[in-house]
């Protein structure tokens, strides 16, 4: 059975910076492309970075790019999702999700197998 965990959410002013993390259990995390998403309320689920099982390549919405980066450990079986200048816009419960089928991810949920339970980011101004 694989679970993903994530952790690193929280509150933080505008400008701030967060690290999340997302651990991968049951499998090991290399054997998957891993996502992050993000849904604040009342709007749909929403792609925010993907990367490549080897980690050698991440992508970005346009929203982000720029300003988050997408790493992962496969020895540590996990992924990170560092965010630098925070805006309230941000703010959103952040998921990781994992596809067994594609070496790189697409940005459309449907298409993950795995997903974690969440963990609230909230940019306060």
């Known amino acids: 059975q694989v679970q993903l965990v994530e952790s690193g959410g929280g509150l933080v002013q505008v400008g701030g910076s967060l690290r999340l993390s997302c651990a991968v259990f049951?499998?090991?995390?290399?054997?998957?492309?891993m996502s992050w998403f993000r849904q604040a309320p009342g709007k749909e689920r929403q792609f925010v970075a993907g990367?490549?099982?080897?980690?050698?390549?991440?992508y970005y919405a346009d929203s982000v790019k720029g300003r988050f980066t997408f790493s992962r450990n496969n020895a540590k079986n996990t992924v990170y999702l560092q965010m630098n200048s925070l805006k309230p816009e941000d703010t959103a419960v952040y998921y990781c999700?994992?596809?067994?089928?594609?070496?790189?991810?697409?940005?459309?949920?449907?298409?993950?197998?795995?997903w974690g339970q969440g963990t609230q980011v909230t940019v306060s101004s």
């Open positions: 990367i490549s099982r080897s980690g050698g390549y991440a």
């Open positions: 049951g499998r090991i995390s290399d054997y998957f492309s």
């Open positions: 999700a994992a596809d067994k089928d594609r070496d790189l991810g697409t940005t459309t949920p449907h298409d993950y197998d795995y």
